[in-house]
């Protein structure tokens, strides 16, 4: 089994700055590409960020040029530095990781986050 628990949301005014964190912990072989998710209240979740294992990035364009994802793979953790915050950002933070249990043979499963709350006042 695979858990992954994020750490770092909270509130924060416009324009401030706040770090998530997602470590996971288990029986992981490798991880594959690792990401951060949200969803605010009536809303689809959506795609915020994701790194591959070889650490190439990719933004949505909503967040583009304000966060940054990175990640630590001797810690099979990610990092979300979110700065310039508005209050669109608010909603809840999803990590995400495609975890491979087993080599070989390979098998990967994809894993999720409870999620953490970010909530950015105007």
């Known amino acids: 089994q695979v858990q992954l628990v994020e750490s770092g949301g909270g509130l924060v005014q416009a324009g401030g700055s706040l770090r998530l964190s997602c470590a996971a912990s288990g029986s992981i072989f490798s991880i594959n590409a690792m990401g951060w998710y949200r969803q605010a209240p009536g809303k689809q979740r959506e795609l915020v960020a994701a790194?591959?294992?070889?650490?190439?990035?990719n933004y949505s364009d909503s967040v583009k040029g304000r966060f940054t994802i990175s990640r630590d793979n001797a810690q099979n953790t990610v990092y979300l530095q979110m700065n310039s915050l508005k209050p669109e950002d608010t909603a809840v933070y999803i990590c995400?990781?495609?975890?491979?249990?087993?080599?070989?043979?390979?098998?990967?499963?994809?894993?999720w986050g409870q999620g953490t709350q970010v909530t950015v006042s105007s």
């Open positions: 995400n990781a495609g975890v491979v249990v087993t080599h070989p043979p390979s098998v990967g499963y994809d894993y």
């Open positions: 790194i591959t294992s070889g650490g190439r990035p």
